[in-house]
């Protein structure tokens, strides 16, 4: 993988150097474990203030009949959560405690997937989102899910 070592402790996110998302985020440089397995999963502020995340599927990343795996997708979207809410979350580490997923279409290999949403509710502990994941403008999948608010250890 292409990208700068990070600058910081766990949660801080590295910059990309290389690549089609050359100037992204990650936390895949070795700081999550699986997330570099499965990587690069990316994510960047839009102009307008929004978070945006993204990957480039691999071949590595298909299931038996040739279309994105379910559980590919469910990763990056997972991933997408954490994205999504990393400006409410300001560096305060979070866990998935609840992830919901409808796949609404078919997904290939070597076209970006993309992944928007919105935080619909933020309280103390909890942050609640709400998301879809596109390819070529199509949506593949729906998600949401419940982000946990914790301490470091």
């Known amino acids: 993988m292409n990208d ?3 600058d910081g402790g766990y949660g801080t996110p590295a910059t990309l150097a290389e690549g089609p998302f050359a100037g992204w985020m ?10 570099t397995l499965c990587g690069p999963l ?5 102009a307008d203030g929004r978070q945006r995340a993204g990957f480039l599927p691999e071949t590595r990343h298909l299931n038996g009949g040739g279309a ?16 999504l809410a990393h400006e409410a979350l300001k560096g305060q580490h979070a866990v998935t405690v609840t992830f919901n997923s409808e796949l609404v ?15 619909v509710r933020e309280t103390k ?6 998301g879809t994941l596109e390819q070529d403008g199509q949506p593949i999948m729906a998600f949401s899910g419940t982000l946990k608010k914790i301490r470091p250890r």
């Open 4 to 6: 700068a070592p990070h």
């Open 26 to 35: 990650t936390w895949g440089s070795g700081m999550d474990p699986f997330e």
């Open 42 to 46: 990316c994510f960047r502020t839009e």
């Open 68 to 83: 994105l795996h379910g559980g590919a997708l469910m990763t990056f979207a997972d991933f997408s959560l954490f994205a």
């Open 105 to 119: 279409g078919a997904g290939v290999a070597g076209v970006p997937v993309y992944a928007e949403g919105r935080i």
């Open 125 to 130: 502990s909890m942050v609640f989102l709400q």
